[in-house]
């Protein structure tokens, strides 16, 4: 009787594992099945949108009217955005095909800087004219390789899970057919943009990695970088400093300081450019006790600062607390003229009003301006562009760099609509709505 | 005779005191956060300036409302609450604080205007005692272009992939992330960057659904208002566990704790 109850008992517990097994097994499957699902709908969308992108540039190229093409340029602009959304969702990081992906930004960044330019004024030149072509023809390309992925894709049932898991292992680095197929697209997209000759128009989507411009001057040793840090965070001399050089990787070497406070047992960071010993940015990371001062008295801090070290004519333009810390925003002011891309961060601890970070990252990628360029409208003129229905608070001039790039001087307008502010920029040579932007710098919390 | 003229004295006194030190000694400055915000959005709320929500974060809306109440009352118009700002304000209006305080721990939304029972001013029947008491204002300054929920997000995947690095470590990754957002070799959403496949390892293994502390959203709060120890990396690895051969031929430019940081 016992053993009968036994095997009975026995065969129940055989019995409801492998049941149980099997639902795993089922929905590890049906995961599986799902995550496939979603890398064949982005791939077969991108194939989709090549092909879309390049009958679209093809339809540019052939028209002729300005009010046609306008329309036609910012329909590139959008497929090109979307097959670019597409290929960030495919398995494809640890490959390069980072080429590509550039190609299909630049054809957006063209197409959408041609597109909401006055063609009647200023017609597509000859440079651009002959991007587009070359544009043209590298579609077509993209769109053969991809089309053969593709076939193969469907005609054997290949799967996006063997991609992801041979890149991850990289064991067998090139015998995948869908990795095969792409790097073949990659070394395809790398000979055009190297040999091809952008119009001017084209070439500002590589120039913010340009580097600190500003930096200039004779090279400065592991030694003068240490004493440019104890100068700059007027450092008594009892902590510990190491430097380290940056590697190739870098646009520009720079020196990275540490420096090890053992009273406090803190740290704080800085890198120096290595042309000319300029600061780039400063982080010190000591905790922050009870507020003490406020805002205002640290944004005096601050300012006092940006004088000590010969940051003159910089003025305040935003301040914010977070917690214990203020975060101010300093742009520099020439003759009255806010030059907005000559932006200085700062950092001061409200306990003592002492600085704990200082970002010069921005002042140091813009190119100085020559001369400030005057005005050839004005200001009331200015004023008639903008929307009625705002609510002019503040004006002034600014140089701002626009979508395109340039450094423009503008009328800034600071005005309200409604409950909400905004910040508005007339070419003060041209007359046109440089940049308009809502200000929001507050948001409920939702606990 | 005498005595009751210095009750009366003394009562008056009291009051001024009270209303004088209603307000701490600070300049007032847009972007400040705390106390003397209440008292500065709820006054300027009572003589009608201020329309916008109390919530004790120096915004926009406050700083017009000062400005116009400062305009009004011939002082020199600088959006800052000074001194003399502050007198003024306090001479011509009214601060309930402790009614004030009380809607803001209960969480009610409620106005401040002057001529109308307080009582009316409240909506919400959110009667139940306070369950948070250390609440002091009802919004946070954020970057621009930025949210809550685009921080946390992102202090999650600094938290997911690099919690045991040092704290600027920690930033460079938040850093490397918002490069990304600009460059046009990846997605240009802090949602598309993080989940693009393959992309981060604490995406693919679970660990950014952890719980992110404190160090990690000061350290993408960093990196939004523009600190970069990456020096302009798109990419990083941990040379102890990188499989990938391709990840090495990277340019590198520096080393931060475990993570070397490449273009």
């Known amino acids: 009787m016992v053993r009968v109850l036994l095997i009975a008992f026995l065969s129940l517990g055989v019995v409801s594992t492998a049941y149980w097994g099997y639902r795993e097994h089922q929905e590890k499957n049906a995961i599986l099945v799902h995550a496939e699902n979603n890398y064949q709908r982005a791939f077969h969308d991108l194939t989709y949108k090549i092909d879309m992108l390049h009958d679209q540039i093809g339809t540019t190229l052939a028209m002729n009217s300005r009010t046609s093409l306008s329309p036609a340029l910012a329909e590139v602009w959008r497929i090109a955005a979307e097959a670019h959304s597409d290929v960030g969702q495919l398995p494809l990081s640890l490959l390069p095909f980072n080429k590509t992906q550039q190609f299909l930004a630049q054809i957006g960044a063209f197409s959408y800087r041609t597109a909401v330019r006055d063609l009647d004024k200023q017609p597509l030149t000859k440079e651009e004219y002959e991007t587009l072509q070359a544009l043209y023809q590298k579609a077509a390309n993209i769109q053969n390789e991809l089309r053969n992925v593709q076939h193969l894709v469907l005609k054997n049932h290949l799967r996006w899970m063997d991609v992801e898991l041979a890149l991850a292992t990289n064991n067998r680095p090139s015998d995948n057919t869908i990795i095969d197929g792409f790097k073949a697209v990659e070394n395809d997209v790398q000979s055009f943009s190297e040999g091809t000759n952008f119009a001017p128009t084209f070439t500002t989507i590589t120039n913010r990695e340009k580097g600190f411009i500003r930096a200039q001057g004779k090279r400065i040793s592991e030694n003068e970088a240490k004493q440019i840090a104890k100068s700059f965070l007027g450092l008594k001399g009892t902590e510990t400093i190491k430097v380290v050089r940056s590697g190739k990787g870098a646009d520009e070497r720079f020196y990275s300081v540490t420096v090890f406070d053992p009273k406090t047992k803190t740290e704080a960071y800085m890198d120096i450019t290595e042309k000319g010993g300029y600061p780039i940015w400063v982080m010190d990371n000591r905790p922050v006790k009870k507020q003490a001062i406020s805002v205002y008295d640290a944004s005096v801090k601050g300012q006092q600062f940006l004088k000590k070290h010969r940051f003159t004519n910089f003025e305040l333009y935003d301040s914010s607390q977070y917690d214990n810390i203020a975060v101010l925003t300093f742009v520099a002011n020439e003759k009255g003229v806010r030059i907005y891309p000559e932006a200085i961060k700062m950092k001061v601890a409200l306990d003592d009003g002492t600085i704990v970070g200082f970002s010069a990252r921005d002042y140091l990628a813009s190119p100085p301006l020559s001369t400030i360029p005057k005005p050839t409208i004005s200001l009331a003129e200015a004023r008639k562009k903008l929307n009625p229905n705002v609510r002019v608070m503040e004006e002034r001039q600014a140089v701002i760099t626009n979508d395109l790039n340039q450094e423009v001087l503008c009328y800034e307008f600071l005005g309200t609509l409604g409950d909400d502010t905004y910040q508005i920029f007339i070419n003060a040579q041209t007359g046109m709505e440089e940049k308009v932007d809502k200000m929001q710098s507050v948001e409920r919390n939702y606990e | 005779m005498r005595g009751r003229m210095i009750s009366c004295l003394l009562v008056c006194f009291i009051m001024c005191a009270g209303e004088v030190h209603a307000f701490s000694n600070q300049v007032i400055q847009r972007g400040a956060v705390g106390d003397d915000v209440l008292e500065l959005q709820a006054r300027l709320q009572y003589i009608g300036f201020y329309n916008g929500k109390i919530d004790g974060v120096f915004g926009w809306s406050t700083y017009w409302a000062l400005r116009n109440f400062q305009d009004k009352f011939g002082l020199p118009v600088d959006g800052l609450a000074g001194e003399s700002t502050k007198t003024k304000l306090v001479k011509v209006s009214k601060y309930y604080e402790s009614f004030v305080k009380e809607q803001i721990q209960k969480g009610?939304?409620?106005?401040?205007?002057?001529?109308?029972?307080?009582?009316?001013?409240?909506?919400?029947?959110?009667?139940?005692?306070?369950?948070?008491?250390?609440?002091?204002?009802?919004?946070?300054?954020?970057?621009?272009?930025?949210?809550?929920?685009?921080?946390?997000?992102?202090?999650?995947?600094?938290?997911?992939?690099?919690?045991?690095?040092?704290?600027?470590?920690?930033?460079?990754?938040?850093?490397?992330?918002?490069?990304?957002?600009?460059?046009?070799?990846?997605?240009?959403?802090?949602a598309g960057v993080i989940f693009q496949p393959g992309a981060f390892t604490a995406v693919a293994d679970g660990q950014i659904w952890l719980t992110p502390n404190e160090t990690a959203k000061k350290a993408v709060l960093d990196a939004i208002n523009g600190w970069d120890p990456s020096g302009g990396a798109i990419y990083y690895f941990n040379p102890a566990t990188a499989t990938n051969g391709w990840i090495w031929s990277r340019p590198q430019i520096k080393r931060i704790g475990k993570h070397i940081f490449c273009k």
């Not at chain 2, 809550?148 to 690095?165: K, P, S």
């Open chain 2, 108 to 190: 009610n939304s409620f106005t401040h205007y002057g001529g109308k029972p307080l009582s009316e001013q409240v909506k919400g029947d959110n009667n139940a005692t306070a369950a948070k008491t250390t609440v002091q204002t009802t919004a946070t300054n954020v970057p621009k272009g930025f949210s809550q929920n685009d921080i946390r997000l992102l202090a999650n995947a600094v938290y997911g992939e690099a919690r045991g690095e040092p704290y600027i470590g920690q930033v460079a990754v938040a850093a490397v992330i918002l490069n990304r957002l600009e460059h046009p070799s990846f997605p240009d959403s802090i």
